[in-house]
């Protein structure tokens, strides 16, 4: 019998692979109707996401072949799901990424903090919190990771390795023999008229190693935590955010632009600002204690250690050298990119796009100004151009050869091997999925079977959907929780007469918690390889963030989140039914 379980558990992927279609098959052949089909199809992709039995982004190609078998969708509108608005919006916001990464841009910005907030326990893990989640808003979560816990791993090292060389004050015989006297007189223990004698040197050596162990899971687990909640705070930080833009564009086409990076920046940023101080605590709580005197280093002078961690972080600093000219120009793409964002629409004025176009403002979308500032990092060279015809001068003032080639910012050979394509399949799959939905009749045929949770105030709704999705997406991709729910939850909505944003927006953000398995996000993944955690240390810290994390969204969906996005009332724009 141990045999049977074994080969079948060898073949798990196999028989999914090939069980699946046939199990679900009498969905579409017993009820015949469109609705049944986009519902085997859903059902299909999401037991294929949630088992990864193939790739995702394979998974996300499968409606450009059964839609159209199905009769659900004609292949020409299918397939121009695949790279619309949104898609734009995260290629051209992906390679200003890319750059900054190639350039090492981030991991000076990263260091130089590091260098301001010093090393005692307490700052040192704010500072690599706060690093990771400002560096997590501009570039993926999992590069992020990858840079900053080879930093952590490296000031850890030096932390531990200095306290093991730490040496006592040497003291005269005298004194010698008088701790020797203290210490044997505090080593002997009596119990039950037996008289013990205890180790105490050993006990320290032990207590000091476990102090050292816990700080080692506390740095770690910051790192992934901070990745995860500071790409929440921009529309392009994390894939579920442009699962949401998406979906609203295909889902509610009347609505006056709501999700743009300004005004989702205006909600999520506060919103990752009190989780971040709050998961910030907890770490602390759980790892390093409130010994302020000794986690804060208040009124003390910094140890050794402390001095050997602050000298580590110094030297990886200076050995990245001067800024160079590429440095500098990629720098100032990337802020003009960002300002172009704030100011395209910023809601409470009008922007620059609402001017230049004369009030017709969807001319321009936030994808334009990302494709443009995208463009100009294959335009702008990474060498300063020459002064004079006859010679060559670099930045630094290094002489360069006339023959030398200038390459710009960004080469396409770069770009093409350090983008994550597979996102780009992903996200067109569930903006086919959504259509498919919507031209089908499923959303409202699903709409139609909510209607009874009217009876439900609508903050425990959004408070019932955090915590599925919370739970679901430690099982499978956040980008493929965020565009399975989505839908059905627009449906819902428009149900039962509340504004979709309402529980859209929990959803989208519930998709980032991924805090509690190893295996629920890359970060975790990457922070579990170094051997310091175990999963049992992970599930229960997770499950506190987890509960941080609902209550930090219930708190910004029903306060500044009802007057920015005008929760309050059905907007007319959700009323795709007509009646």
Sequence with gaps: MVHVFRYIWEVKNGLILFCTPFLLLPLPLVIVAKEASCAYVIGLMAVYWCTEVIPLAVTALLPAILFPLFGVMQSKDVCRQYLNDTNMLFLGGLMVAVAVEHWNLHKRIALRVLLIVGVRPAL???????????????????????????IVQAVLMQLDTTARDEDPRPITSVESEEKQSEKQADAQVILNSHRFSLDTERIERCREAEERLRMCK???LCVCYAASIGGTATLTGTGPNLVLTGQM??????????????????????????????AWIWLQFVFLGFNFRKTWGCGTVKT?????????????????????????????????????????????????????FNSDKEYVTDATVAVFVAALLFVLPSKPPCVCFWRSQSFNTVPQSDTEPRSALLTWKVAQSKMPWSIVLLLGGGFALAKGSEDSGLSTWLGNQMSPLQSIPPWAIAIIVCLMIATFTECTSNVATATLFLPILASMSQSI????????????????????????????????????????????????????GILCITLAINSWGRPLFGLDSFPSWANTTGV
């Design 124 to 150: 040192l893990m704010l500072g690599f919190m706060g690093v990771t989640a400002f560096l997590s808003m501009w570039i993926s979560n999992t590069a992020t990771t990858a840079m900053m816990v080879p």
């Design 218 to 220: 506390g740095m770690t």
């Design 249 to 278: 564009s295909q889902l509610f086409k009347d609505n006056p632009d709501v999700i743009n990076f300004a005004s989702w920046f205006a909600f999520a940023f506060p919103n990752m600002v009190i989780m971040l101080t709050l």
């Design 304 to 356: 050794e250690k402390e001095i050997a961690a602050y000298n580590v972080i110094r030297e990886e600093h200076q050995r990245l050298g001067p800024m160079s000219f590429g440095e500098i120009n990629v720098l100032a793409l990337f802020i003009l990119l960002v300002v172009l964002w704030f100011t395209r629409e910023p809601g409470f004025v009008d922007g620059w796009a609402t001017h230049l």
């Design 497 to 548: 007469g509340v504004n979709p944003l309402y529980v859209m927006i929990p959803c989208t953000l519930s998709a980032s918690f991924a805090f509690m398995l190893p295996v629920a996000t890359p970060p975790n993944a990457i922070v579990f390889s170094y051997g310091y955690l175990k999963v049992s240390d992970m599930a229960r810290t997770g499950i506190v963030m987890n509960i941080i």
